[in-house]
């Protein structure tokens, strides 16, 4: 019913900058907040940032400073501007996002597929 489609990931050094897309598609109603979460190997998905549909953001500590989370006028696209990338951002980059589904009541929450994000030292 509900896609979410990643992209923007891939290998950069130390210091740089990469940018994620996510596009979420399907039978949406309305679209209650989207974020990023992301899980290295070992460990377990944590949350990176998350936005509202009222645009509150929420950030990792980890994050804060480096990392902003925007979404697309039609905010069913979610982007990560991740800046200043060191090797400890090294994961696969989950986007999520909590909506209602047309015919269906309450909230629904789904995940992309993840991509990987690889900072070399």
């Known amino acids: 019913q509900v896609q979410l489609v990643e992209s923007g990931g891939g290998l950069v050094q130390a210091g740089g900058s990469l940018r994620l897309s996510c596009a979420a598609s399907?039978?949406?109603?309305?679209?209650?907040?989207m974020g990023w979460y992301r899980q290295a190997p070992g460990k377990q998905r944590e949350l990176v940032a998350t936005i509202t549909s009222g645009g509150s953001t929420n950030y990792a500590d980890s994050v804060k400073g480096r990392f902003l989370i925007s979404t697309a006028n039609a905010k069913n696209t979610v982007y990560l501007q991740m800046n200043s990338l060191n090797p400890e951002d090294t994961a696969v980059y989950y986007c999520?996002?909590?909506?209602?589904?047309?015919?269906?009541?309450?909230?629904?929450?789904?995940w992309g597929q993840g991509t990987q994000v690889t900072v070399s030292s």
């Open positions: 999520n996002a909590k909506v209602s589904v047309v015919g269906l009541t309450g909230w629904y929450v789904y």
């Open positions: 399907g039978s949406i109603w309305s679209n209650n907040a």
